[in-house]
């Protein structure tokens, strides 16, 4: 029997992550990662002691397949208070396990097959995959880099080619703020300007904002179902992975209008009937930290970004500071490789350091072909290592 002929369209319609993919050719080859988005710090100890006295006492079974009433709580009151969405934790909140199967859910809620969702590129990689599971049609609208103000990254959409997106086919656009790549934070004129074509066009703003709480140099984060003509057409995907350092634990939450909740609430029970109850319990210490632990984070990763920029510098990328998240999209078009992916396997078996091509962040892989992603969520004495590692490529070359 063939089994590639027994495979669906759509599991061969995507590949095995790109990112995953070097991360194991780090591993092969000994070498620094700093490819995979992951954390290199632990919860903080009070998280952690919930997790284990939530365990000891019994919350060992199934909780609410769309999240513990108390998370459900915290999760409403973080989402009044820092993002100005006022929520109500009966009707709009849908705990998951982890954004990345809260964004599925999402869209499984909202798409038909055929309807067009709007992207912008360079993307995380998962919106990819997601639009095909879902059956939607990606439509995608380039982020361009412009000049940098006070030294630090800039990128934005054109204007007219967003609207040009926009159509009566259009059901939603997804919105990732602060972006991965890139580390662009959305500012409010273009949140209004999305705003405005959502209302004109009918369609819901889908948005992933796991990054709300890394955000430098001062600036704030807008939530764009804050804005009062997106209350009841916004989805906003988020969860506790990056702010709390708990990749592993798997808890997201999607925040939406209730009809549209109770949607997700179906497509989130029958994937996955809930997010890890014990987990879920322990979600709500971390809500619950003090303002001091967002004030720390971010001048832990503050430090890390100016490190690893100055680093890829003197090493000979071409990079700015980016405004948010912890990852550096440099620019290697002076390295002199015929690709991203030629220079992605050269740097991790020559150099020892591991990180993303380009190319996997677009649609049209030849837009990334100059340019590769680091990212800096790492300790110090690490990221000093990268540093000395990064200096011998020049005499490599
Ligand atoms: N969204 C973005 C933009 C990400 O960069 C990542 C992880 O790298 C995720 C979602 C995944 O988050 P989670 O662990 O909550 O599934």
New binding site residues.
Partial sequence: MSHQSKLSDKSTRFTESVIRGMTQLCLRYNAINLSQ?TPAYQPPDVVKAAAIEAIQEGYNQYSITWGAPDFREAIAHKMTTFNHIPTDAAANITVTC??????LSALLAIINPGDEVIIFEPF?E?YGPDTIISGAKPVYVALNETQSVDGVMRFTYDTTELRNAFSTNTKAIII?TP??PLGKVFTQEELEQIADLCCEYDCIAVT?E??EHMIYDDKSHISIGSLPQMQDRTITVS????TYSM?GW???YVVAPEVLTNAIRKMHDFLTVGAPHPLQRAGIAALNLPPSYYQELVEKYDKNRKRLVNTLRAAGFRCHPPEAAYYIMTDISDFGFPDDTAFAHWLVKEIGVGGVPGSSFYSRPHLGKTKFRFMFSMADDVLIEAGERLMKIKSKI
Avoid at 98 to 103: F, I, L, N
């Fill in positions: 988005g982890g954004s990345t199967e809260g964004m995380y998962n990732n972006n991965n992933d796991i990054y969860g506790l992975s990056k990749t798997r808890l997201g």
